[in-house]
């Protein structure tokens, strides 16, 4: 049986938060240069899934991971926890510790928007260079040998290409989550990461109305009112068939085992709404006290 896991990789936050879900046992992660590539190994086979961050505390959903999941990659999603993101500051070891002569950061566009606060109080004349994840940031800072070169990542980025710590924790805010789903053709083996059970069930809908639907979104959502699903988000994205044309990406805090969900679907798909099912799935979080 195929035990891999394809990630954005190595030493990126998608590689720390699925080793921390995968945690005894006998997965193997496999890192993958983009997002494209992390969802292609398991079209193609070559991984059992796919892992990808979906939404973070304060930058919201990751739109273009979202859109994969949706128009891309006919990958069911199968698992999601919620993982801390620590973000630092960190540079050569030749770097003389006058940071206002630090000229260039390199990070991911999302990690530089988690620490903007940071950066305009301390960096606020360096020249800001977004690459492709933080550990390519970590890299490319390791190879120009510059030491007025910085990079903002993951620590376990910073330890693999011989940088040294500056700043620990330099995100904005202390309670930064990102929440990743687990994508694949099959459900996953039950996990107990730091010996914990699943915490609740959820599932994830793709709400499609006619073109001539209207008040649809209140009639959707009257749906799930009465019978008091509860909905966690509720999100449009553009179909990308003609403009001005969108779906509802949905999350309910219920399993698709669930009589009243399955009720609920049948009353959208009943006045013309297509649904799409993109996973019913257990969810895990990150002990808090850990954060």
Not at 73 to 97: C, K, R
Not at 98 to 120: D, P
Request: net charge negative; hydrophobic share 40%; charged share 25%.
């Amino acid at each position: 049986m195929n035990r891999t896991v394809a990630v954005l990789g190595p030493s990126t936050y998608s590689e720390e938060a699925a080793a921390w879900l995968l945690q005894g046992t006998d997965w193997r992660l496999v890192p993958c240069k983009t997002i494209a590539d992390v969802f292609e190994s398991t079209l193609s086979g070559r991984t059992a899934f796919s892992v990808v961050p979906v939404e973070n505390t304060f930058e919201g959903s990751v739109s273009l991971h979202i859109d994969w999941l949706v128009n891309e990659a006919d990958l069911p999603i199968q698992t999601e926890w919620v993982y801390p993101i620590h973000v630092n500051l960190m540079s050569l070891p030749q770097f003389d510790g006058e940071w206002r002569r630090i000229r260039k950061v390199l990070s991911h566009q999302v990690a530089f928007a988690q620490c903007r606060r940071f950066l305009n109080e301390h960096l606020p004349e360096a020249e800001l260079e977004a690459v492709g994840s933080t550990a390519e940031g970590a890299r490319l800072v390791g190879e120009r040998g510059d030491p007025y070169t910085a990079a903002i990542g993951p620590a376990t980025a910073g330890a693999r290409y011989g940088l040294k710590l500056l700043a620990p924790a330099i995100q904005d805010h202390k309670n930064n989550f990102t929440r990743f789903v687990l994508a694949g053709k099959e459900p996953m083996d039950p996990l107990r990461p730091e010996g914990r059970g699943e915490q609740a069930r959820k599932t994830t809908l793709l709400l499609m109305p006619g073109e001539d639907f209207p008040g649809g979104l209140h009639q959707l959502l009257s749906a799930f009112a009465w019978r008091r699903l509860n909905l966690t988000k509720i999100e449009s994205r553009p179909t990308k068939r003609q403009l001005g044309t969108y779906y509802f990406y949905v999350d309910v805090d219920a399993s698709m085992e669930s009589v009243l969900l399955r009720g609920a679907v049948e009353e959208i798909r009943a006045v013309g709404c297509d649904v799409r099912v993109m996973g019913s799935y257990p969810t895990y979080g990150f002990p808090e006290e850990k954060a």
